[in-house]
């Protein structure tokens, strides 16, 4: 079995010599080393210091340069990154090519990132045999430098669902147990960037609060939306639209904890919020209390335009899968609109730690939009978001790494 030719002792991944006793020098002093998180087979790389371009890694994940100076890693032309020497151990990790300790992942949001795709690429979806990379997945891509923030970009162009943080997290782990046997020390729970608050308290105007209030509502609002409307087309149309499903999972979750734990931080309450807020559904829906993120109801919103805004796109949104996808341009372009306004609140009060977290969500909300509008495109809208008209076709928005807008 595949997954018994996995676990190779460390000894035996240093710096193996290949073709003994052969008179090519061109195998000669060849040094091999391995790719896993599980073993990523069908990875392209390059010998950069040998010259030797365009190999691919084998079925437990090896590869073989003479020199092993520079040995960058690709998937067809996405550079995941490089190492400068191979490891001791002759192992190479998600962390090596991002030039991460191994033991301070917990909170790197580009290694679990990283992790996510690798192991959301398997061909048979059973990480626990490898990580087999299809060749016309490969050729997809196009050429750019991994980027942690284009993770759903990546997730379109490959067509794949992407496996949650923690189970990506959980998985990387028990790969480095179990290929270098040796004590790891346990993942803390991730952070994300957008959730790093600083320390220092600013002095929050009320008009700051009920941006805190409304933008907790308006995230949770699309996070509700993006997954009921995916678990609608699926259950009712057999229909699975990928945008939806890896938008609200790998961004919509992390916003709602970003602002949540600004409230936090301020010790909110609903005499804060009143002016804002419904205190009738208060008690349902309370992000001053330590209510989790699972026990939030899901389509239940304290703000009644944010009940009436999620009530008018869930409508729009079941009709069809265009629909879906034109539903999800509109959220971000509100959610993009508010956070214009809300910055600039922030900036005239000072309140540093609350422009950090809404610009990093402003710059999640470009990204989704051109998820979206490349998704209307795919389908052969070829105005994308645009087609809503004016008030939803954004060409200035900032676009991916890709420096394309589809």
């Not at 002095?203 to 907790?216: D, I, N, R, V, Y």
């Not at 309450?269 to 209390?289: A, P």
């Not at 609350?354 to 809208?381: A, C, M, P």
């Amino acid at each position: 079995m595949l997954k018994e030719t996995l676990i190779i002792s460390s000894t035996a991944a240093v710096f193996i010599l290949s073709g003994c006793g052969s008179s090519d020098s061109s195998t000669t002093d060849m040094k091999t080393g391995y790719f896993v998180d599980s073993a990523v087979v069908n990875a392209d790389y390059d010998c950069i210091a040998d010259a030797d371009f365009n190999k691919t890694t084998g079925i437990n994940g090896e590869f073989q340069c003479q020199s092993m100076q520079q040995v960058r890693f690709r998937l067809g032309e996405l550079v995941l990154g490089e190492i400068s020497t191979l490891p001791t151990d002759g192992y190479v990790f998600p962390q090596d090519i991002l030039g991460v300790e191994r033991n301070n992942t917990a909170n790197n949001k580009a290694v679990i990132a990283m992790a996510q795709l690798l192991q959301s690429l398997d061909s048979d979806h059973n990480t626990s045999n490898g990580i087999q990379i299809k060749e016309e997945v490969k050729t997809a891509f196009e050429s750019t430098q991994f980027n942690a923030d284009e993770l759903s970009v990546y997730a379109d162009i490959a067509n794949i669902i992407l496996i949650d943080k923690e189970s990506a997290q959980n998985h990387l782990q028990e790969t480095m147990q179990s290929h270098l046997h040796t004590h790891v020390e346990e993942f803390e729970p991730h952070t994300p960037d957008t959730n790093q608050t600083l320390e220092t308290l600013s002095a929050l105007t009320p008009e700051l609060k009920e941006a805190l209030a409304h933008m907790g509502n308006e995230e949770r609002l699309a996070y509700d939306i993006y997954m009921n409307l995916y678990n609608y087309h699926y259950k009712q149309n057999d229909i699975e639209i990928k945008q939806l499903f890896n938008i609200a999972q790998n961004g919509e979750k992390t916003h709602v904890s970003a602002v949540q734990s600004l409230v936090q931080k301020y010790q909110l309450n609903v005499e804060d919020l009143n002016s804002v807020i419904d205190t009738s559904i208060t008690s349902e829906y309370n992000m001053s209390s330590s209510i989790t993120f699972e026990e939030m109801p899901s389509g239940v919103y304290d703000i009644p335009a944010i009940q009436e805004l999620y009530d008018t796109l869930y409508e729009k949104g079941t009709a069809s899968q265009q629909d879906a996808l034109e539903v999800g341009c509109m959220v971000e372009v509100t959610d993009v609109t508010d956070l214009d306004e809300y910055i600039a609140l922030a900036q005239e009060s000072n309140a540093s730690d609350i422009e950090q977290v809404f610009t990093n969500l402003r710059s999640g909300s470009y990204r989704h939009y051109w998820s979206f509008d490349r998704g209307l495109k795919n389908l052969g809208i070829e105005d994308g978001c645009c087609s809503l008209g004016s008030e939803w076709c954004h060409s200035e928005y900032p676009t991916n790494s890709h420096g394309q807008h589809n």
